[in-house]
Protein backbone atom coordinates (compact mmCIF):
# COMPACT_ATOMS: atom_id res chain seq x y z
CA UNK A 1 0.00 0.00 0.00
CA UNK A 2 1.50 3.48 -0.94
CA UNK A 3 0.55 6.58 1.27
CA UNK A 4 0.63 10.08 0.35
CA UNK A 5 2.18 10.92 3.23
CA UNK A 6 3.75 8.82 6.52
CA UNK A 7 3.78 10.10 9.42
CA UNK A 8 6.59 8.68 12.24
CA UNK A 9 5.87 9.70 15.95
CA UNK A 10 1.99 10.21 17.20
CA UNK A 11 2.61 12.56 19.66
CA UNK A 12 0.33 16.22 19.62
CA UNK A 13 2.73 17.10 16.39
CA UNK A 14 2.23 13.62 14.63
CA UNK A 15 -1.10 13.55 14.52
CA UNK A 16 -2.25 16.98 14.52
CA UNK A 17 -0.26 17.52 11.61
CA UNK A 18 -1.70 14.12 10.38
CA UNK A 19 -5.50 15.70 10.50
CA UNK A 20 -4.28 18.56 8.69
CA UNK A 21 -3.34 16.54 5.87
CA UNK A 22 -6.29 14.12 5.91
CA UNK A 23 -8.78 16.80 5.64
CA UNK A 24 -6.40 18.30 2.68
CA UNK A 25 -7.41 14.92 0.66
CA UNK A 26 -3.53 12.83 1.55
CA UNK A 27 -3.99 9.67 2.06
CA UNK A 28 -1.97 9.55 5.70
CA UNK A 29 -0.50 6.94 7.88
CA UNK A 30 0.42 7.64 11.94
CA UNK A 31 3.09 5.43 13.39
CA UNK A 32 3.58 5.30 16.81
CA UNK A 33 5.32 3.32 18.70
CA UNK A 34 3.73 3.30 22.43
CA UNK A 35 0.04 1.17 22.35
CA UNK A 36 -1.51 4.67 22.22
CA UNK A 37 -1.26 8.78 21.25
CA UNK A 38 0.38 10.82 23.50
CA UNK A 39 2.14 9.30 25.58
CA UNK A 40 5.24 10.91 25.58
CA UNK A 41 6.69 14.25 25.76
CA UNK A 42 2.75 15.58 24.56
CA UNK A 43 1.70 13.72 27.87
CA UNK A 44 4.50 14.34 30.19
CA UNK A 45 4.63 17.98 30.28
CA UNK A 46 4.02 21.10 32.27
CA UNK A 47 0.64 21.71 30.29
CA UNK A 48 0.68 25.53 30.23
CA UNK A 49 -0.84 26.92 27.31
CA UNK A 50 1.64 29.21 26.81
CA UNK A 51 0.51 32.94 26.16
CA UNK A 52 3.69 34.80 25.87
CA UNK A 53 4.86 35.47 29.63
CA UNK A 54 7.60 32.78 29.56
CA UNK A 55 9.87 34.61 27.23
CA UNK A 56 11.16 38.07 27.77
CA UNK A 57 14.29 37.01 26.65
CA UNK A 58 13.01 36.05 23.15
CA UNK A 59 10.56 38.53 21.99
CA UNK A 60 9.61 36.40 18.92
CA UNK A 61 8.73 33.42 20.91
CA UNK A 62 6.79 35.45 22.70
CA UNK A 63 4.91 36.92 19.54
CA UNK A 64 4.27 34.10 18.62
CA UNK A 65 2.58 32.35 21.33
CA UNK A 66 0.43 35.41 21.97
CA UNK A 67 -0.15 34.88 17.99
CA UNK A 68 -1.26 30.93 18.33
CA UNK A 69 -2.54 31.34 22.21
CA UNK A 70 -6.44 32.46 20.51
CA UNK A 71 -5.94 30.02 18.16
CA UNK A 72 -5.01 27.37 20.04
CA UNK A 73 -7.91 28.08 22.74
CA UNK A 74 -10.32 27.81 20.23
CA UNK A 75 -9.67 24.68 18.62
CA UNK A 76 -9.23 22.97 22.50
CA UNK A 77 -11.67 25.15 24.27
CA UNK A 78 -13.13 22.02 25.99
CA UNK A 79 -9.54 20.56 26.60
CA UNK A 80 -8.59 23.63 28.66
CA UNK A 81 -8.50 25.10 32.24
CA UNK A 82 -9.02 28.26 31.86
CA UNK A 83 -10.50 29.10 36.00
CA UNK A 84 -7.56 29.45 37.89
CA UNK A 85 -6.07 32.49 38.57
CA UNK A 86 -2.41 32.88 37.33
CA UNK A 87 0.25 35.06 38.84
CA UNK A 88 3.40 35.92 37.48
CA UNK A 89 5.83 36.92 40.70
CA UNK A 90 9.31 38.74 40.03
CA UNK A 91 12.04 37.59 42.38
CA UNK A 92 14.52 40.64 43.92
CA UNK A 93 17.73 38.73 43.32
CA UNK A 94 19.63 36.52 40.28
CA UNK A 95 16.83 37.71 38.03
CA UNK A 96 17.35 38.51 34.88
CA UNK A 97 14.34 40.67 34.28
CA UNK A 98 13.30 43.39 37.57
CA UNK A 99 9.29 44.01 37.87
CA UNK A 100 8.90 47.06 35.56
CA UNK A 101 11.09 45.46 32.66
CA UNK A 102 8.39 42.38 32.89
CA UNK A 103 5.62 44.89 33.24
CA UNK A 104 6.83 46.88 30.35
CA UNK A 105 7.17 42.97 28.06
CA UNK A 106 4.19 42.06 28.88
CA UNK A 107 2.34 45.64 27.32
CA UNK A 108 5.00 45.23 24.61
CA UNK A 109 3.44 41.46 23.21
CA UNK A 110 -0.21 43.12 24.22
CA UNK A 111 -0.46 40.35 27.19
CA UNK A 112 -3.02 41.21 29.93
CA UNK A 113 -1.29 42.03 32.77
CA UNK A 114 -1.97 43.79 36.08
CA UNK A 115 -1.21 43.97 39.79
CA UNK A 116 -1.98 41.62 41.63
CA UNK A 117 -4.76 42.06 45.17
CA UNK A 118 -3.03 42.43 47.97
CA UNK A 119 -3.89 38.99 49.69
CA UNK A 120 -2.36 37.30 47.17
CA UNK A 121 0.82 39.46 47.32
CA UNK A 122 0.64 38.44 50.72
CA UNK A 123 1.70 34.80 50.02
CA UNK A 124 4.88 35.24 48.58
CA UNK A 125 7.73 36.45 50.97
CA UNK A 126 8.71 40.73 50.13
CA UNK A 127 12.18 39.94 50.90
CA UNK A 128 12.69 37.91 48.28
CA UNK A 129 9.81 38.54 45.66
CA UNK A 130 9.36 42.10 43.99
CA UNK A 131 6.43 42.16 42.08
CA UNK A 132 3.54 39.75 41.55
CA UNK A 133 1.29 40.56 38.93
CA UNK A 134 -2.08 38.92 37.58
CA UNK A 135 -2.10 37.86 33.87
CA UNK A 136 -4.10 35.60 31.52
CA UNK A 137 -2.61 31.76 31.25
CA UNK A 138 -4.12 28.78 30.62
CA UNK A 139 -3.44 25.05 31.54
CA UNK A 140 -4.30 22.10 29.00
CA UNK A 141 -5.43 18.55 29.63
CA UNK A 142 -3.23 16.03 27.52
CA UNK A 143 -5.81 13.14 27.75
CA UNK A 144 -8.82 15.42 25.91
CA UNK A 145 -6.74 16.64 23.99
CA UNK A 146 -5.89 13.09 22.85
CA UNK A 147 -9.54 12.03 22.46
CA UNK A 148 -9.83 15.01 20.43
CA UNK A 149 -7.10 13.76 18.34
CA UNK A 150 -8.52 10.43 17.88
CA UNK A 151 -11.56 11.97 16.92
CA UNK A 152 -10.51 14.31 14.13
CA UNK A 153 -8.28 11.44 12.68
CA UNK A 154 -11.11 9.38 12.25
CA UNK A 155 -13.34 12.31 10.45
CA UNK A 156 -10.02 13.05 8.34
CA UNK A 157 -9.73 9.38 7.42
CA UNK A 158 -6.29 9.12 8.66
CA UNK A 159 -5.37 5.72 9.55
CA UNK A 160 -3.35 4.88 12.72
CA UNK A 161 -1.11 2.23 13.46
CA UNK A 162 -0.06 1.84 17.28
CA UNK A 163 2.51 -0.20 18.85
CA UNK A 164 4.45 -0.19 15.34
CA UNK A 165 8.26 1.21 14.98
CA UNK A 166 9.67 3.00 11.84
CA UNK A 167 13.16 1.55 12.12
CA UNK A 168 14.70 3.55 8.74
CA UNK A 169 13.48 5.38 5.94
CA UNK A 170 15.28 4.52 2.47
CA UNK A 171 14.93 5.59 -0.99
CA UNK A 172 11.95 3.75 -2.90
CA UNK A 173 11.37 3.54 -6.77
CA UNK A 174 8.99 6.04 -6.34
CA UNK A 175 8.99 7.93 -3.40
CA UNK A 176 10.26 6.52 0.21
CA UNK A 177 9.69 3.27 1.98
CA UNK A 178 9.67 3.25 5.16
CA UNK A 179 10.71 -0.44 7.34
CA UNK A 180 8.90 -0.74 10.34
CA UNK A 181 8.21 -3.30 12.94
CA UNK A 182 5.41 -4.26 15.33
CA UNK A 183 4.47 -7.08 17.41
CA UNK A 184 4.10 -9.73 14.46
CA UNK A 185 7.31 -8.97 12.70
CA UNK A 186 8.93 -6.32 9.97
CA UNK A 187 7.33 -4.70 6.75
CA UNK A 188 8.05 -1.69 4.50
CA UNK A 189 5.68 0.56 3.50
CA UNK A 190 6.22 3.10 0.48
CA UNK A 191 4.92 6.47 0.98
CA UNK A 192 5.39 9.50 -1.04
CA UNK A 193 6.32 12.17 1.79
CA UNK A 194 7.77 11.08 5.33
CA UNK A 195 7.22 13.13 7.85
CA UNK A 196 9.70 12.28 11.19
CA UNK A 197 8.02 13.99 13.97
CA UNK A 198 9.52 11.86 16.95
CA UNK A 199 10.97 14.72 19.28
CA UNK A 200 13.12 13.29 21.72
CA UNK A 201 14.05 10.39 18.70
CA UNK A 202 14.52 12.84 15.39
CA UNK A 203 17.92 11.84 15.72
CA UNK A 204 17.70 7.62 16.16
CA UNK A 205 15.46 7.40 12.74
CA UNK A 206 17.95 9.83 11.37
CA UNK A 207 21.19 7.56 12.39
CA UNK A 208 19.43 4.30 11.51
CA UNK A 209 18.79 5.44 7.96
CA UNK A 210 21.87 6.63 7.42
CA UNK A 211 21.21 10.58 8.14
CA UNK A 212 22.84 13.16 9.78
CA UNK A 213 22.05 14.04 13.07
CA UNK A 214 20.66 17.18 13.63
CA UNK A 215 22.16 19.44 16.69
CA UNK A 216 19.68 18.85 19.90
CA UNK A 217 20.04 19.35 23.32
CA UNK A 218 18.18 16.44 25.71
CA UNK A 219 17.52 16.72 29.44
CA UNK A 220 15.84 14.29 31.87
CA UNK A 221 13.28 16.40 32.82
CA UNK A 222 11.28 15.71 36.35
CA UNK A 223 7.60 17.01 36.53
CA UNK A 224 6.37 16.24 40.44
CA UNK A 225 2.54 16.14 40.75
CA UNK A 226 1.29 17.74 44.05
CA UNK A 227 -1.68 18.24 45.77
CA UNK A 228 -1.35 22.04 46.54
CA UNK A 229 -1.80 23.79 49.89
CA UNK A 230 -5.34 25.38 50.34
CA UNK A 231 -3.65 28.78 49.77
CA UNK A 232 -2.85 27.63 45.82
CA UNK A 233 -6.18 26.12 45.16
CA UNK A 234 -7.54 27.85 42.07
CA UNK A 235 -4.31 29.48 41.50
CA UNK A 236 -0.99 28.90 39.35
CA UNK A 237 1.82 30.39 40.69
CA UNK A 238 5.53 31.02 38.42
CA UNK A 239 8.13 32.91 39.62
CA UNK A 240 10.81 34.06 37.06
CA UNK A 241 13.45 34.93 35.92
CA UNK A 242 16.64 33.20 37.24
CA UNK A 243 15.55 31.45 40.38
CA UNK A 244 12.37 30.05 38.38
CA UNK A 245 9.50 27.76 40.02
CA UNK A 246 6.21 26.90 38.48
CA UNK A 247 3.11 25.43 40.74
CA UNK A 248 0.16 24.62 38.59
CA UNK A 249 -3.16 22.68 37.47
CA UNK A 250 -2.09 19.57 35.77
CA UNK A 251 -5.38 19.00 34.57
CA UNK A 252 -4.70 15.22 33.11
CA UNK A 253 -4.53 13.84 36.47
CA UNK A 254 -6.51 16.90 38.71
CA UNK A 255 -3.13 17.58 40.24
CA UNK A 256 -0.84 20.06 40.27
CA UNK A 257 2.69 19.96 38.46
CA UNK A 258 5.81 21.32 40.44
CA UNK A 259 9.16 22.27 38.46
CA UNK A 260 11.95 24.16 39.29
CA UNK A 261 14.07 25.41 37.27
CA UNK A 262 17.46 24.55 39.11
CA UNK A 263 16.44 20.79 39.50
CA UNK A 264 13.75 19.63 37.10
CA UNK A 265 16.41 19.03 34.60
CA UNK A 266 18.37 15.98 36.25
CA UNK A 267 20.77 15.47 33.51
CA UNK A 268 21.57 16.50 29.68
CA UNK A 269 23.29 16.30 26.77
CA UNK A 270 24.00 17.60 23.16
CA UNK A 271 23.36 15.23 20.17
CA UNK A 272 24.39 16.06 16.50
CA UNK A 273 27.58 18.82 17.82
CA UNK A 274 30.50 16.26 17.72
CA UNK A 275 30.24 15.32 21.55
CA UNK A 276 29.45 11.71 22.70
CA UNK A 277 26.52 9.44 21.11
CA UNK A 278 24.03 9.04 23.45
CA UNK A 279 22.16 7.24 21.39
CA UNK A 280 18.49 6.26 22.01
CA UNK A 281 16.95 8.67 24.72
CA UNK A 282 13.92 7.27 25.65
CA UNK A 283 16.25 4.04 26.44
CA UNK A 284 18.86 6.35 28.26
CA UNK A 285 15.80 7.05 30.68
CA UNK A 286 15.00 3.88 30.93
CA UNK A 287 18.41 2.95 32.68
CA UNK A 288 18.77 5.83 34.33
CA UNK A 289 17.79 5.38 38.15
CA UNK A 290 16.35 8.37 39.33
CA UNK A 291 15.56 9.80 42.56
CA UNK A 292 13.03 12.83 42.88
CA UNK A 293 14.51 16.35 43.26
CA UNK A 294 10.95 17.31 45.05
CA UNK A 295 12.66 17.78 48.36
CA UNK A 296 15.61 20.18 47.08
CA UNK A 297 13.03 22.07 44.92
CA UNK A 298 10.15 22.47 47.80
CA UNK A 299 13.35 23.86 50.31
CA UNK A 300 13.90 25.92 47.31
CA UNK A 301 10.72 27.15 46.34
CA UNK A 302 8.98 27.70 49.72
CA UNK A 303 11.64 30.34 50.72
CA UNK A 304 9.49 32.45 47.92
CA UNK A 305 5.84 30.98 48.31
CA UNK A 306 6.08 30.03 52.20
CA UNK A 307 2.44 27.96 52.12
CA UNK A 308 4.11 25.55 49.51
CA UNK A 309 5.80 23.96 52.77
CA UNK A 310 1.79 22.42 53.03
CA UNK A 311 1.53 20.69 49.58
CA UNK A 312 1.62 16.95 49.34
CA UNK A 313 3.83 15.17 46.98
CA UNK A 314 2.23 12.96 44.66
CA UNK A 315 4.69 11.24 42.61
CA UNK A 316 6.96 12.40 39.46
CA UNK A 317 6.86 12.42 35.61
CA UNK A 318 10.01 11.81 33.81
CA UNK A 319 10.46 12.62 30.76
CA UNK A 320 12.92 13.20 27.57
CA UNK A 321 12.77 17.48 27.17
CA UNK A 322 14.45 18.25 23.89
CA UNK A 323 14.95 21.59 22.74
CA UNK A 324 17.15 23.62 19.62
CA UNK A 325 20.68 24.36 21.33
CA UNK A 326 20.19 28.00 20.40
CA UNK A 327 17.09 27.72 23.17
CA UNK A 328 19.46 27.43 25.47
CA UNK A 329 20.91 31.76 25.97
CA UNK A 330 17.58 32.79 25.40
CA UNK A 331 14.98 30.37 26.34
CA UNK A 332 13.29 30.93 22.92
CA UNK A 333 11.20 27.81 21.53
CA UNK A 334 11.57 28.27 17.82
CA UNK A 335 10.16 24.66 15.35
CA UNK A 336 12.36 22.87 13.79
CA UNK A 337 11.39 22.18 10.27
CA UNK A 338 14.02 19.95 7.89
CA UNK A 339 12.48 19.61 4.93
CA UNK A 340 14.21 16.83 2.25
CA UNK A 341 16.62 16.52 5.46
CA UNK A 342 18.95 14.05 3.05
CA UNK A 343 16.33 12.36 1.50
CA UNK A 344 13.63 14.05 -1.04
CA UNK A 345 10.74 14.15 0.54
CA UNK A 346 12.12 13.36 4.20
CA UNK A 347 10.97 15.98 6.63
CA UNK A 348 11.98 16.33 10.20
CA UNK A 349 9.51 18.28 12.52
CA UNK A 350 9.98 19.52 16.15
CA UNK A 351 7.99 22.43 17.91
CA UNK A 352 9.02 23.39 21.30
CA UNK A 353 5.37 24.19 22.65
CA UNK A 354 2.06 22.48 21.48
CA UNK A 355 0.66 25.92 20.16
CA UNK A 356 3.76 25.80 18.00
CA UNK A 357 1.75 23.36 16.18
CA UNK A 358 0.17 26.68 13.57
CA UNK A 359 3.67 27.46 12.70
CA UNK A 360 4.65 23.97 11.71
CA UNK A 361 1.05 24.39 8.74
CA UNK A 362 2.63 27.37 8.08
CA UNK A 363 5.92 26.22 7.17
CA UNK A 364 4.17 22.92 5.13
CA UNK A 365 1.77 24.81 3.19
CA UNK A 366 4.96 27.25 2.28
CA UNK A 367 6.76 24.05 0.95
CA UNK A 368 3.56 22.69 -1.15
C1 LIG B 1 9.22 18.42 30.81
C2 LIG B 1 8.53 19.11 29.68
C3 LIG B 1 7.75 20.26 29.92
C4 LIG B 1 7.11 20.89 28.86
N1 LIG B 1 6.22 21.88 29.13
C5 LIG B 1 5.42 22.35 28.13
C6 LIG B 1 4.33 23.23 28.41
O1 LIG B 1 4.07 23.58 29.56
N2 LIG B 1 3.59 23.66 27.36
C7 LIG B 1 3.83 23.28 26.07
O2 LIG B 1 3.10 23.71 25.15
N3 LIG B 1 4.84 22.44 25.78
C8 LIG B 1 5.63 21.96 26.78
N4 LIG B 1 6.63 21.07 26.50
C9 LIG B 1 6.94 20.77 25.10
C10 LIG B 1 5.91 19.83 24.49
O3 LIG B 1 5.65 18.77 25.36
C11 LIG B 1 6.46 19.34 23.15
O4 LIG B 1 6.74 20.45 22.33
C12 LIG B 1 5.46 18.47 22.41
O5 LIG B 1 4.85 17.53 23.26
C13 LIG B 1 6.16 17.75 21.30
O6 LIG B 1 5.21 16.95 20.65
P1 LIG B 1 5.70 15.79 19.71
O7 LIG B 1 4.51 15.18 19.11
O8 LIG B 1 6.74 16.34 18.79
O9 LIG B 1 6.50 14.82 20.69
P2 LIG B 1 5.98 13.48 21.51
O10 LIG B 1 4.70 13.74 22.20
O11 LIG B 1 7.13 13.03 22.30
O12 LIG B 1 5.67 12.51 20.33
C14 LIG B 1 6.68 11.80 19.63
C15 LIG B 1 6.15 10.41 19.46
O13 LIG B 1 6.99 9.69 18.60
C16 LIG B 1 6.95 8.33 19.02
N5 LIG B 1 8.10 7.67 18.41
C17 LIG B 1 9.42 7.89 18.65
N6 LIG B 1 10.18 7.16 17.81
C18 LIG B 1 9.32 6.46 17.02
C19 LIG B 1 9.52 5.56 15.94
N7 LIG B 1 10.73 5.27 15.47
N8 LIG B 1 8.42 5.00 15.37
C20 LIG B 1 7.17 5.30 15.81
N9 LIG B 1 6.93 6.17 16.82
C21 LIG B 1 8.01 6.76 17.40
C22 LIG B 1 7.01 8.43 20.50
O14 LIG B 1 6.56 7.26 21.14
C23 LIG B 1 6.11 9.64 20.76
O15 LIG B 1 4.78 9.28 21.03
C24 LIG B 1 7.30 20.41 27.54
C25 LIG B 1 8.07 19.29 27.30
C26 LIG B 1 8.65 18.60 28.36
C27 LIG B 1 9.36 17.31 28.09
Given at each position: MRYDYLIVGGGFFGARLAVELGRAGQQVLVLER??????RASYANQARVHG???YPRSLLTALRSRVNLPVFSEEYADCIDDRFEKYYAIA???????GEQFRMFCERIEAPIRRAPEKVQMLFNADLVEAVFTVEEYAFDAVKIKQRLIDQLAAAGVEVRT?????RVKRGPQGLIVELADGGGEQEVEAGRVL?????RINELNRASGLPEIPLKHEIAEICLIDPPEELGGKGVTVMCGPFFSAMPFPARGKYSFTHV?????TEWHEG????DASDAYAYLERLTLNSAYIKMLADAKRY??????AHYVESLYEVKTVL???????SRPILYKE?????GYTCIMG?????IYDVFKELSRNG
Open positions: EHDLMQGYHTNFTKVNGTEARNCTYARYTPHMGGALPSLAKPQSEGDDDYGLPGKLDN
